[in-house]
Structure formats: C-alpha cells, structure tokens
C-alpha cells in the first residue's frame, strides 16, 4: 500500500508548551485527511477532517483552538497542540484519502504510523 | 448515525485453531464496512473490506469477513491462526455525512493467540 509518514513518532513535551506533528503522504497525493486520538486500550476517536487550502472541520468537543491544523498542500497536513497539558497525552494517528495511486484506485485511505505525546 | 459495536474486548484462541472476531453495524444506506489490525505503538494497517458484491471478502495474512444483511454482521475470521496474529483488531464503517467519507471504529478487539 501506499507510504503516509508521521513524524515525530515519540514526543516529551513540558506543560505549556506547543508540539506539532507532521502528516505526510510520500507516493501519493491527499486532499483530504484525518486525525484521530487514542487513548490507551482505547479506540480511535476522529479528531478532525482536514482538507487542502481550506479550514478542518472539527468533531462535536473537540476545540479548535487547542488542536490546530493546518492542510498546506496536497502531502502535508500538520497537527499542533497548543499549550500542551498532560491530559493531551495521548496516541495520534493520521490517515490520507489518496486522490490517486499507483497501486489501486483513488479513494482508498492509508495510515501514519502514529505519535505518542506525553506531556509531562 | 453510521456505527459499529465489537462485543468482545479479548478473544483467546490456541495457535492452529479457526478464529472469529465480532463486529456488528448499524448504518442507514448501503454499509460500507472495514476490518483494521493494530500492533503496539503502531498505526492501522488495512485487513480487508466490503463494499458490494459477495458476502465473503478475503483479505491480506488469510484472513476473511462475512458480511450478513439479516444479522448486520461483520465477522472476522481465519482458519488457522498464529501467534502473530496476535493484536488489537478494529471493525470500522464509513461515514459520509458531511461529504468527507470518514471512518468510524468500534471499541476493538485484542486477540491473543496462544502457542
């Protein structure tokens, strides 16, 4: 399948701090992806919707302005946690809807390998 | 709303015996359902999904899921399992209000293979 990067793969942040993680999709292009969170034992739980030159569209609790998004081009989006608190650990994992690959038909969806945040 | 429920939190099975793994759906429309597997501080790794056409999908690593209208069912299953099967399996389905085709996961389900 098709290659989505996450990076860093481990953060240690101090209280108050920002972190930002990056999404990339190596060997295709997304105009669309995903952020989820997952809590420990858990389930994954969609954080946000974002799309390429426009807003993210945020789940219902989720707050805009502590989980920042940005979908600057069509292989890039970024999460950034602003003003990180120890409740923000957690797993974050992102997903891209390809527009098209090389290996399969448009529409199909892959996922980062994911970023542990813990916030000390 | 679309949603899919997996009853059990932990499935045992011994290596070298048939496995299933439960998911039911509830959705409005055509489902459109998937099977994912998580290894430990990893990410998703696809196993398998059902759009149309025949009730049995065959997916990677042998494994396979019947899709059952009547019981609004998702199986996972495999003949055989291996110690390496060993993860956390989640059954999702998509979700297209809003336009973005979004997934939505069940709680999942850690499947332990024993030797």
């Known amino acids: 399948g098709a290659v989505v990067s996450q990076h860093p793969s481990r953060v240690i942040c101090k209280s108050g701090t920002s972190v930002k993680i990056e999404c990339r999709s190596l060997d295709f292009q997304a105009t669309t992806m995903f952020w989820y969170r997952q809590f420990p034992k858990q389930s994954l739980m969609l954080m946000a919707t974002?799309?390429?030159?426009?807003?993210?569209?945020?789940e219902q609790g989720v707050e805009k302005d502590k989980f920042l998004i940005n979908h600057a081009s069509l292989t890039l989006s970024t999460l950034t946690v602003t003003s990180a608190h120890p409740e923000d650990s957690s797993f974050y994992i992102c997903?891209?809807?390809?527009?098209?690959?090389?290996?399969?038909?448009?529409?199909?969806?892959?996922f980062g390998e994911g970023s542990r945040l813990t916030v000390l | 709303a679309q949603s899919v429920a997996q009853p059990e939190d932990q499935v045992n099975v011994a290596e070298g015996n048939p496995l299933t793994v439960k998911c039911t759906y509830s959705?409005?429309?055509?489902?459109?359902l998937f099977w994912y597997v998580q290894y430990p501080n990893r990410g998703l790794q696809f196993l398998l999904k059902y759009i149309t056409g025949d009730n049995l999908v065959k997916g990677s690593y042998g494994f396979e899921a019947e899709f059952n209208k009547s019981q609004t069912s998702f199986h996972l299953k495999k003949p055989s399992a291996l110690v390496s099967d060993s993860a956390l399996y989640f059954c999702a389905v998509r979700d297209q209000s809003g336009g973005y085709n979004k997934l939505i996961f069940g709680a999942g389900t850690r499947l332990a293979v024993h030797p």
């Open positions: 997903s891209a809807r390809a527009i098209s690959w090389s290996g399969g038909v448009a529409g199909e969806l892959f």
């Open positions: 959705v409005s429309g055509n489902p459109y």
């Open positions: 974002s799309n390429e030159g426009s807003k993210a569209t945020y």
